[in-house]
């Protein structure tokens, strides 16, 4: 699985075809590559129509997928959210409860409201122990309920599967697992991560379990599996300079695609593309715990774009469709290009400015959105006018930056333990090892921002520098707290959690290392010892001593370094330990690892944070 992508760079096979030679070469397109000469494009346009007739005389096409009466409202679902549980739009920390009443007022305000989530739930957590990917579901309280809510606040919700996942503990086969997930969620969909396509018996076993389920693959669809496949990602997917048509909505106007760039800052050329084929997007701001936020200008221009489609929704999937219709010539050459819908007497033009400059010029028909921007999209009609709301562009193409910061630990008064490893005051610098992973580290996006000069090789070691300064020493715990202190603590104190799920849900013997224990509850055995978690860089400066001894089993080490950015909360784990899950490198690393070694954790609430392979120990602030 080692590789190097750059994302922000087209692979030849993201690279749009161009219309010529056998008609059956043609199926293994993205997106048609569109002529820049407009004389050329009546014959462009009679061979596409010419491929679909082939494509689907030679595939048999029926179309029945579509013409299920449960699955008819993925042919207008336009916008979709790929979600992380515990993004805090969607969880709150504090109170311990999930606030999909804040997540959707957000979408509404800045997108113009979604038509489906996916409530992405186990990656790039899963692996840290034995619990699979259903126990990421299963185990969330409250979860039933957050989907009945997405429901009746219009949505459609996707889960996640996850077919990598084979070296966690079993239960039964992923399909009996995955049906009986969406039966029990009421899920709409499933997206089929890492996948292009199910086969035909994961259709027809899901399909018996939840009619009308609608699957999703990540990339690039067969023409033959359209036909039971009613939507798939359109992830990088590069458009030819004069806009080009995506082949499987071409082949089949009801299947949705949705465009998706997860590491793009800018998203202006994958929202003209989903304007002139009139399919959706994918609006993915937090990637693995990455900050990746929309600009206010694209924010805008999906705004825009789903008002409008949903209010020619009939038009989009019955009309005439005629991509690189004419327009006046001094529209093309502002760079300004067009698809037109025909239905009946009325008449949709959707329209893209590839400049740079805003379009006023000549346009056909009654402008709805006051010309063209930028970079961004318009409208007019002929023969109807939709009601609208007001559609403002917004032209800030800025990147909306967040900065991680740490939630800063306590003071403490307490006295050290007699074996505590004592790090002195004064500057350090430390050498930090870590994998490369899509959740990055502390700051910035993995495909973006730790490019010094190259891409980053998925799951190679990679070590950053970090520096910095304690005011005082600080005495690092010998050993980590075991099962038998912490029942100590607990008789003494009476300490509940605040939210008790899986607190010490398998304790182990006496002296095994205490874990089923999140951070807060870590925190309040510390601060009863009058001591505190180390931060990562006191446990490392600790362990670099050599003076830290390690349980059995061995278990990774909670810090006093948990950060948050405001939609993304994740904590710095230190040590490792025995547990490792095997198959696949997507899950969290296993074994015991030297003290210069961090995991970036992403931190889930309601208790799925406490975990058999996570324990603690305490440090105490030096004074004298």
Not at 328 to 343: F, I, K, M, N
Not at 358 to 381: K, N
Not at 536 to 564: I, M, Y
């Amino acid at each position: 699985m080692t590789y190097t992508f750059d994302p922000l760079v087209p692979r030849p096979i993201d690279r749009p075809t161009e219309v010529c030679g056998p008609l059956s070469d043609l199926d293994d397109a993205k997106i048609f590559a569109a002529p820049e000469d407009p004389a050329e494009r009546p014959a462009w346009r009679a061979k596409l129509t010419e491929w679909r007739e082939d494509a689907r005389r030679r595939h048999a096409y029926t179309g029945a997928a579509y013409e299920r009466p449960q699955a008819t409202w993925a042919a207008t679902c336009h916008t979709v959210a790929q979600v992380w549980l515990w993004d805090e739009l969607l969880y709150s920390f504090e109170d311990h409860r999930f606030t999909p009443e804040r997540f959707l007022a957000d979408a509404r305000d800045r997108f113009g409201g979604l038509d489906a989530v996916v409530l992405w739930h186990a990656y790039p957590v899963i692996g840290l122990d034995d619990r699979n990917q259903w126990d990421f579901y299963r185990d969330v309280p409250g979860l039933t309920e957050l989907v009945e809510t997405l429901h009746q606040e219009g949505l459609h919700v996707f889960v996640d599967y996850n077919p990598w996942d084979v070296g966690t503990r079993r239960g039964a086969d992923d399909l009996t697992e995955l049906a009986a997930l969406v039966q029990d969620l009421r899920a709409d969909g499933v997206f089929l991560d890492t996948l292009k396509k199910a086969e035909p018996d994961f259709v027809e076993r899901l399909e018996a379990a939840r009619p009308g389920i609608v699957l999703e693959g990540e990339s690039k669809l067969p023409v033959e599996r359209i036909e039971d496949h009613t939507a798939s990602w359109a992830q990088f997917f590069a458009d030819s300079p004069v806009p080009g048509v995506l082949r499987a909505h071409w082949y089949e106007r009801r299947h949705m695609q949705h465009h998706v760039r997860r590491w793009h800052r800018d998203h202006s050329e994958e929202l003209q593309s989903a304007w002139l084929n009139g399919v959706g997007v994918m609006v993915w701001e937090v990637v693995f715990g990455v900050w990746v936020g929309w600009s206010r200008r694209d924010a805008a221009t999906v705004r825009r774009m789903v008002t409008l489609q949903r209010a020619a929704a009939d038009l989009l999937l019955e009309g005439e469709w005629t991509p690189l219709a004419e327009l006046p010539p001094e529209a093309e050459a502002a760079g300004v290009y067009a698809s037109r819908w025909q239905l009946n007497d009325r008449t949709l033009w959707t329209l893209v400015n590839r400049g740079d400059t805003d379009y006023h010029g000549p346009l056909p028909g009654t402008d709805l959105l006051g010309g063209v921007p930028a970079r961004g999209i318009g409208a007019t009609v002929e023969g109807w006018r939709p009601d609208l709301p007001e559609l403002h562009h917004d032209p800030d193409a800025r990147f909306p930056h967040r900065i991680a910061t740490r939630i800063r630990p306590q003071r403490t008064t307490g006295v050290p333990d007699a074996d505590a490893v004592v790090v002195p005051a004064g500057p350090y610098v430390l050498t930090v090892r870590y994998r490369a992973r899509e959740t990055g580290m502390y700051q910035g996006a993995p495909y973006v921002d730790e490019w010094k000069p190259l891409p980053p090789r998925l799951h190679d070691a990679r070590t950053l520098q970090r520096e910095g300064e304690l005011t005082t020493a600080v005495a690092v715990g010998a050993t980590e707290v075991t099962n038998a202190q912490f029942a100590e603590f607990v008789a003494a104190t009476g300490f509940r959690p605040t939210y008790p799920h899986r607190f010490l849900e398998r304790p182990g013997t006496p002296d095994e290392p205490v874990t089923y224990v999140d951070l807060d509850d870590a925190r309040a055995y510390c601060a009863w010892r009058g001591g505190r978690l180390p931060t990562e860089d006191e446990w490392q400066l600790a362990g670099e001593t050599g003076g830290l001894r390690r349980g059995t089993p061995a278990v990774w080490n909670w810090t006093e370094s948990e950060h948050t950015d405001g939609r993304t909360r994740f904590v710095m784990l230190k040590g490792g330990g025995d547990y490792a899950a095997e198959g696949s490198e997507w899950y969290v690393e296993g074994g015991v690892k030297a003290p210069d070694y961090t995991v970036k954790l992403l931190l889930p609430g309601l208790g799925l944070a406490r975990a058999a392979t996570v324990g603690f120990r305490c440090a105490w602030e030096v004074t004298a």
